[in-house]
C-alpha cells in the first residue's frame, strides 16, 4: 500500500500542476478578449464586453484601491482616456481583489474622489483576472477592433512620472489608430500582485 502511495503522488501533484497552468494561461499577442458580462461598475450599474462593441481599441487596464503603484497610475489613465476618447477609444478598469479595501463600497469612493472618466468594475469571482492572465496592478491588455490582443505589459517605464522615458501604452495605442503595430508588443507588467484566493494563483513573475 507505501509503495503504491508514493507511486501515486507524484502523479497527482502533476495533474493538479497541470490543470492549474491551462486554467491560468497567460493570452498571447493576436488571442481574442476573453468574454465577460454583468460586471458590477462605481457608476452602480452592471457592464459586459458587448457593451464596448463599437470602440476602436479597447484597453482593459486589472488596478485596485490599495496598491502604490495602481494609485500612482490614476492620473494618467484619467488623461489618457481624455486624449482618446475621441478616437474611439475606451479604457476599462478591473478590479478583482476581495481585500476589505477594494471591495465594491471601497471602490465607489475611490471613483468619486479620483473623478474616474472610465469603468471602474469588479469581480468578487476573480475569474476575470484569471481568464486574461492579470498579474499585477497595473496591468494592461490593448484589444484591436476586432478584439484582437496587440499589446500588454505595463502602462509605461517608471512608477514616477517625471522619470518616465518610454510610453509604452500610448505609443501602442498611437501605432494602432495609424494601422500599424506596436513597436513593443510585450513589455514588463510591475505593480502589487493581485490578491488571488484560488488554488490556481497567477504570480507577477
Known amino acids: 500500500m507505501f ?6 503522488w507524484p502523479v497527482l501533484v502533476l495533474a493538479i500542476f497541470t490543470s ?3 486554467r491560468a494561461a497567460d493570452l498571447k499577442i493576436g488571442d481574442n478578449a476573453p ?3 454583468s460586471l458590477p461598475g462605481t457608476d452602480e450599474k452592471t457592464h459586459s464586453l458587448s457593451d464596448y462593441k463599437n470602440a476602436n481599441l479597447l ?3 486589472f488596478s485596485c ?3 502604490p503603484v495602481a494609485q500612482a497610475y490614476e492620473d494618467r489613465l484619467i488623461t489618457l482616456q481624455n ?6 477609444v475606451q479604457l476599462i478598469t478591473v478590479n478583482v481583489n476581495n481585500i476589505p479595501d477594494d471591495r465594491l463600497d471601497k471602490m465607489i469612493e475611490r471613483a468619486a474622489s479620483k473623478g474616474f472618466n472610465f469603468p471602474y468594475l469588479y469581480d468578487e469571482t476573480q475569474k476575470i483576472g484569471q481568464d486574461y492572465g492579470a498579474k499585477v496592478t497595473p496591468h494592461i491588455f490593448l484589444f484591436d477592433k476586432n478584439r484582437k490582443l496587440v499589446y500588454m505589459g505595463a502602462v509605461d517605464d517608471n512608477m514616477k512620472v517625471d522619470q518616465v522615458k518610454k510610453h509604452y501604452l500610448r505609443d501602442a495605442i498611437d501605432a494602432q489608430l495609424a494601422g500599424k503595430t506596436p513597436p513593443e508588443a510585450v513589455t514588463k507588467q510591475f505593480g502589487c500582485s493581485i490578491k488571488y484566493e ?3 494563483k497567477l504570480t507577477a513573475q
Open 35 to 37: 468574454n465577460w458580462s
Open 59 to 61: 484597453i482593459m487596464a
Open 65 to 67: 484601491n490599495h496598491c
Open 3 to 8: 509503495t503504491a502511495i508514493k507511486v501515486f
Open 198 to 200: 484560488s488554488e490556481n
Open 20 to 22: 492549474s497552468l491551462s
Open 83 to 88: 486624449d482618446y476618447q475621441n478616437k474611439g
